[in-house]
């Protein structure tokens, strides 16, 4: 049971570059999120989605998209990459937003870490 | 102001302590509370649930203060092995958790 998976797990860009996260689930999460994380903010909401062809938007949503084809997957993607998106991202799933039985527990991948020059 | 406020530390303390950290948040409606541990350049992973009755796990007590806005977690007994940053989560509404900036313990012999 391979938990959350993201690929790739380091990256480096040059402004202006494109690219896409990719978040594998296997617990037949319905919720996913894309939070970044950078040294004293704390995780900051990218996108997320709470179920399969559905997207919204978060905390810090400007200057990238997502997309939910399938349940299992999450794409984050940069469309234009610049420097103030260098930072690790993490990808995570819960079974639902309910706050009974632990549904709502958040469950991470390992983190991408993204350099943009 | 932060929706959710930590002391960023760094708490250094001996093996065997018992060590306190706070919480604030700014969302009154909130409903649902965590603490999560994340050890350097690795994932968060959940420490534990808060409860409004408070709530114990071994060494770990996690106390939530509605009136007052404010988290807290006590590890008694430290070992080497807390050493990490705990990261107070706070969900404000249906669809978000918000994270604090973390809180970083070292545990030393």
């Known amino acids: 049971n391979a938990g959350v998976t993201q690929t790739p797990k380091f990256r480096v860009l040059k402004t202006g570059q494109s690219m896409t996260l990719l978040c594998a689930q296997d617990m037949n999460h319905e919720y996913m999120y894309w939070y970044r994380q950078d040294p004293g903010m704390g995780l900051r909401l990218i996108h997320y989605?709470?179920?399969?062809?559905?997207?919204a938007k978060g905390e810090v949503p400007d200057g990238y998209n997502v997309s939910r084809l399938k349940k299992q997957n999450f794409l984050l993607g940069l469309e234009s990459a610049a420097p103030s998106q260098t930072s690790v991202y993490f990808c995570a799933s819960s079974l639902s937003a309910n706050d009974r039985a632990g549904a709502n527990v958040l469950t991470f991948g390992a983190g991408s870490r993204l350099t943009v020059l | 102001r932060k929706e959710v406020e930590q002391d960023p530390g760094p708490f250094n303390v001996p093996e065997g302590a018992t060590v306190a950290f706070n919480c604030t948040y700014s969302n009154s409606a909130s409903q649902s509370f965590f603490w999560y541990r994340q050890d350097c350049r690795k994932e968060p992973k959940l420490l534990m649930s808060v409860y409004s009755s408070g709530n114990e796990d071994g060494r770990f007590t996690a106390q939530l203060n509605r009136a007052s806005q404010y988290i807290s977690l006590l590890i008694r007994d430290s070992k080497l092995s807390d050493s990490a940053t705990y990261l107070c989560v706070v969900k404000p509404n249906n669809n978000d958790m918000r994270f604090g900036a973390g809180t970083r313990l070292t545990v030393k012999p």
């Open positions: 989605s709470v179920g399969e062809g559905t997207t």
